[in-house]
């Protein structure tokens, strides 16, 4: 749990393996298993000077999936779901603060960084990184 879990502004998404072979890809014994999950909230970016509002957009955090599905599929269908709920919810930017070693892993589903690297304590090496989104849907 984090500091901002239950506040009103706060989405939940998860990402379940429907059955033994997910995205096409065979994970035995995973069928109805919760793989990743990740938290939106309504957070302005104060790490660095963005292009966007703050009522522009939303912050992806705690994002993360089971290392055995990793590369499979789950981490790119939590951000497609995260996008999906930023332009639902007239938003158009998904921002976070990407730990160094998912930097390719945003980079590759067209995140931006907007700062260089930055230490958190006893987190380690960060960048904010940001996926600008088509317009809200009416």
Same mark, same amino acid.
């Given at each position: 749990?984090?500091?901002?879990?239950?506040?009103?502004?706060?989405?939940?998404?998860?990402?379940?393996?429907?059955?033994?072979?997910?995205?096409?890809?065979?994970?035995?014994?995973?069928?109805?298993?919760?793989?990743?999950?990740?938290?939106?909230?309504?957070?302005? /970016?104060?790490?660095?000077? &963005?292009?966007?509002?703050?009522? $522009?957009? =939303?912050?992806?955090?705690? !994002?993360?999936?089971?290392? %055995?599905?990793?590369?499979?599929?789950?981490?790119?269908?939590?951000?497609?779901?995260?996008?999906?709920?930023?332009?639902?919810?007239?938003?158009?930017?998904?921002? /976070?603060?990407?730990?160094? &070693?998912?930097?390719?892993?945003? $980079?590759? =589903?067209?995140?931006?960084? !907007?700062?260089?690297?930055? %230490?958190?304590?006893?987190?380690?090496?960060?960048?904010?990184?940001?996926?600008?989104?088509?317009?809200?849907?009416?």
């Amino acid at each position: 749990m984090i500091d901002l879990d239950e506040t009103d502004h706060a989405t939940h998404l998860g990402v379940f393996a429907q059955d033994d072979e997910p995205w096409g890809v065979s994970l035995k014994r995973h069928a109805g298993v919760l793989v990743g999950v990740c938290s939106l909230f309504d957070q302005p /970016c104060i790490r660095c000077k &963005v292009p966007w509002e703050d009522h $522009e957009a =939303l912050r992806l955090r705690v !994002m993360g999936t089971l290392p %055995e599905v990793r590369g499979l599929g789950a981490g790119a269908a939590l951000i497609a779901g995260a996008s999906d709920e930023v332009l639902r919810r007239g938003k158009t930017v998904l921002w /976070c603060d990407a730990r160094e &070693v998912a930097f390719g892993f945003y $980079e590759r =589903l067209g995140f931006d960084f !907007m700062n260089e690297v930055y %230490e958190l304590p006893d987190v380690g090496p960060h960048r904010t990184m940001a996926l600008v989104l088509s317009s809200p849907r009416n």
